[in-house]
């Protein structure tokens, strides 16, 4: 920040704002200005369950379909979709194992779409469309 003109913009863009980011905003920023879309509060939607489980990564391409058989099970018994398909989000940390996975999911039957940095904003908005 030293290294920076005086005379400047700076824009900060962040999914949350914790406290610690609001503290570094009014350190370095002169009358920062904060623009919210969507609620203020960081709480979490509670029509969704989140299930983590820690699998060895040998263990992942078998676990996955087992969890999936697993939790679409228990979401058709709690909703009384008898017919319906489960929509489940599966969370890879890297561009390449996100397209792996929806490869190794459409080969096993299952309905799957990859979202990740290197489709165009065009090709996200078409999975997950196709997701709802």
């Not at 391409?61 to 599966?90: D, H, W």
Request: hydrophobic letters at 40%.
């Amino acid at each position: 920040i030293s290294q920076t003109p005086a005379a400047r913009t700076t824009v900060m863009f962040t999914a949350t704002w914790p406290q610690e980011i609001r503290a570094l905003a009014e350190e370095f920023l002169k009358d920062p200005v904060r623009v919210s879309i969507g609620s203020q509060d960081l709480t979490a939607n509670h029509q969704i369950t989140q299930h983590v489980e820690v699998v060895e990564p040998m263990e992942k391409e078998k676990r996955l379909p087992q969890l999936l058989a697993k939790y679409a099970k228990e979401l058709k018994g709690q909703t009384g979709q008898g017919g319906g398909a489960a929509r489940i989000i599966v969370f890879a940390l890297y561009k390449k194992e996100a397209a792996r996975v929806e490869q190794t999911l459409q080969r096993l039957g299952h309905k799957a779409a990859a979202i990740h940095g290197d489709m165009t904003q065009d090709q996200r908005t078409r999975a997950l469309q196709a997701f709802k």
